[in-house]
């Protein structure tokens, strides 16, 4: 049998690296990774993505695999018509461009349904400026809801810009970015 105090002392460093532990034995155990895919086209908050940036590199040792580097969001797809909706700021802002065609993905850190659901990404285009409004509500009112945060992400598909320089930005920690379409 392992010494528990070590099996702690393990579970709590893969802990701090994002890794989950198990109720026996406390051996931390390799998240599911899905690979990374292209933006897709769609509405605001669709695509086929699943995951940020590429696959992040992994350390293997006595307790298994776990990966190291950015977090990845899951995808999330809007659902109007939560209650109490508020504007949340995003933490990345990515740009695809395919052409004319502009895809943007954004990131952000928020809580759990049924606590915090994403309603809605507005757009609001001035000129060359697009200001990109992440929206989350609750299912319900009235529920515990546990202090837990996660990763989310959406695609928002900008569709075809006349060619130009656009400056992209969605407020929260995420600097604005600038999108060359030819």
Known sequence: MQNPVRALALCL???????ACTASGGLPVPPTVAPSGGAGGGSAGSGGDQGV?????????PGGAAPIGPPRATIV??????LDVRPVGAATIEASVAGRRV????????GVAPC????????????????LT???????RGVA????????GAIVDLGELAPGTYTISAGGDAPPIQVVVD
């Open 77 to 82: 797809t809007p659902r109007p018509g939560r």
């Open 13 to 19: 460093l893969v802990a701090v690296a994002g890794a």
């Open 145 to 152: 809801c546990i202090d837990l945060a996660m990763l989310k």
């Open 53 to 61: 940036g590429t696959d992040p590199p992994v350390i293997t040792g």
């Open 134 to 140: 992440i929206r989350e509500g609750a299912d319900q």
């Open 116 to 131: 915090s659901v994403l309603d809605s990404i507005d757009v609001v285009r001035t000129g060359s400026a697009i200001v």
């Open 103 to 110: 895809a943007v993905r954004l990131t952000w850190w928020s």
